[in-house]
T-cell receptor, first 110, second 114 residues
C-alpha cells in the first residue's frame, strides 16, 4: 500500500462546479503539499500546510492531522483549472524528502 | 531573473552515453532535489542535497551521480544511459533556512534514450 493515496484518480467536471480532491496518508507528517502540473508543463506548489485550512483565490486546502487526511477544493471551476493535482507529504524523519501521491487528473469542460 | 532553471529542456541520446542534466537556482536555497516522473510511478526522488558538498540518495539512485560544489548548482549525471532512464526529470529547491518550506520546481527535462 502506498504511503500517500489520492482519490479520485481521474475527475471530469463542468465549468462552475465545486471540486474536491482527497489525499490520505499513513505516516506521521510535519507538512503536506498540494502541487499542480499542467499538461506538458512544470510543477507549481499551491499550498503547504501542517494544520487547519488555507485559501488562495478559488482554491482551499484543508488538513486533519488526526485522521491523516487532506482535501483540495476548487470553487467555481474553470477550464484553466484542468491539470494534474499532486499531494505530497513531508514525514518527520525524511529530512526534507517528499513522498508523492499518484496524482489526480482533473478535466474541466466549458 | 530569479528562479530555478533546468537545461536542456529536451534531450535525445543513445544507450551507453553519459548525459548531464543541469539545475541552477538563484535563491541560495539550501536544499535541492532531483526527481523523475514516469507514468504509473508518479514523482520519485533520485538524489537530494542539504547543502554544498552534502548529498544523499533518494528512492531510485541507481545509475545516477550528483555533485554540489556550489550552492546554486546541482547537476545530475547518467553515467551510462539505459532505456529505463527515459523519463521527465525535475529539479527542485527549498528552504534557505530549512526544509519546512515549499519546494520550487524547474520546468523539467524530457530525456529520451534510444
Amino acid at each position: 500500500k502506498n504511503e500517500v493515496e489520492q482519490s479520485p484518480q481521474n475527475l471530469t467536471a463542468q465549468e462552475g462546479e465545486f471540486i474536491t480532491i482527497n489525499c490520505s496518508y499513513s505516516v506521521g507528517i510535519s507538512a503536506l503539499h498540494w502541487l499542480q502540473q499542467h499538461p506538458g508543463g512544470g510543477i507549481v506548489s499551491l499550498f503547504m500546510l501542517s494544520s487547519g485550512k488555507k485559501k488562495h483565490g478559488r482554491l482551499i486546502a484543508t488538513i486533519n492531522i488526526q485522521e491523516k487526511h487532506s482535501s483540495l477544493h476548487i470553487t467555481a471551476s474553470h477550464p484553466r483549472d484542468s491539470a494534474v493535482y499532486i499531494c505530497a507529504v513531508l514525514n518527520y524523519t525524511s529530512y526534507g524528502k517528499l513522498t508523492f501521491g499518484q496524482g489526480t487528473i482533473l478535466t474541466v469542460h466549458p | 531573473d530569479a528562479g530555478i532553471t533546468q537545461s536542456p529542456r529536451y534531450k535525445i541520446t543513445e544507450t551507453g552515453r553519459q548525459v548531464t542534466l543541469m539545475c541552477h537556482q538563484t535563491w541560495s536555497h539550501s536544499y535541492m532535489f532531483w526527481y523523475r516522473q514516469d507514468l504509473g510511478h508518479g514523482l520519485r526522488l533520485i538524489y537530494y542535497s542539504a547543502a554544498a558538498d552534502i548529498t544523499d540518495k533518494g528512492e531510485v539512485p541507481d545509475g545516477y551521480v550528483v555533485s554540489r560544489s556550489k550552492t546554486e548548482n546541482f547537476p545530475l549525471t547518467l553515467e551510462s544511459a539505459t532505456r529505463s532512464q527515459t523519463s521527465v526529470y525535475f529539479c527542485a529547491s527549498s528552504g534557505k533556512q530549512g526544509f519546512y518550506q515549499p519546494q520550487h520546481f524547474g520546468d523539467g527535462t524530457r530525456l529520451s534514450i534510444l
